[in-house]
T-cell receptor, first 115, second 112 residues
Framework: AQSVTQPDIHITVSEGASLELRCNYSYGATPYLFWYVQSPGQGLQLLLKYFSGDTLVQGIKGFEAEFKRSQSSFNLRKPSVHWSDAAEYFCAVGPLTGTASKLTFGTGTRLQVTL | EAQVTQNPRYLITVTGKKLTVTCSQNMNHEYMSWYRQDPGLGLRQIYYSMNVEVTDKGDVPEGYKVSRKEKRNFPLILESPSPNQTSLYFC???????????FGPGTRLTVT
């Protein structure tokens, strides 16, 4: 069965500092990987996705993520965090063949940004 | 504007009183899903639908029903709600294949 682990429940960074959110997945084949962001009181918005090609993918709002097959990881990074990035972030994995409706989500990492 | 709408946004009800949460999308998407979000558990899929009249169970389907009679609508039905179904519910839709899922704003349900 596929699974996603986000080991950090809560992270606090200062505005302007760099950010890395960790995501490890377990999947028996090549996965399709996503990062979503959920702002307070809002639904989820897709930040970026990866399924093949360049292992460093760029997303919206200045975020990027790197797929490392050997480590089963798909960590999310941002060089300089803005106060508006405070939100909850979810990593998700799904089968490469199938449908986007079979995603498995991690438990989320809540990001707090201090001024 | 492309969007997924859910109604109601907030609902407080009592154990055993049947309720329906509606979900509608205006993007002509084939795939629709329902998730529940609970603290420390992330999002877990309840049911999904690949097209009209085609539905399948997700990871936590017990206590829920769905129907897909029209492409744009995918209501979630709780025929006899219980307190353990108190949660934040999200509907999502996507086109065929591996495309971005669009999420609704969520419905916060409290069952007393």
């Amino acid at each position: 069965a596929q699974s996603v682990t986000q080991p950090d429940i809560h992270i606090t960074v200062s505005e302007g500092a760099s950010l890395e959110l960790r995501c490890n997945y377990s999947y028996g084949a090549t996965p399709y990987l996503f990062w979503y962001v959920q702002s307070p009181g809002q639904g989820l918005q897709l930040l970026l996705k990866y399924f093949s090609g360049d292992t460093l993918v760029q997303g919206i709002k200045g975020f990027e993520a790197e797929f490392k097959r050997s480590q089963s990881s798909f960590n999310l990074r941002k060089p300089s965090v803005h106060w508006s990035d405070a939100a909850e972030y979810f990593c998700a994995v799904g089968p490469l063949t199938g449908t986007a409706s079979k995603l498995t989500f991690g438990t989320g990492t809540r990001l707090q940004v201090t001024l | 504007e492309a969007q997924v709408t859910q109604n109601p946004r907030y609902l407080i009800t009592v154990t055993g009183k049947k309720l329906t949460v509606t979900c509608s999308q205006n993007m002509n998407h084939e795939y629709m899903s329902w998730y529940r979000q609970d603290p420390g558990l992330g999002l877990r899929q309840i049911y999904y639908s690949m097209n009209v009249e085609v539905t399948d169970k997700g990871d936590v389907p017990e206590g829920y029903k769905v129907s897909r009679k029209e492409k744009r609508n995918f209501p979630l039905i709780l025929e006899s709600p219980s307190p353990n179904q108190t949660s934040l519910y999200f509907c999502a839709s996507t086109r065929t294949g591996w495309n971005e899922q669009y999420f609704g704003p969520g419905t916060r349900l409290t069952v007393t």
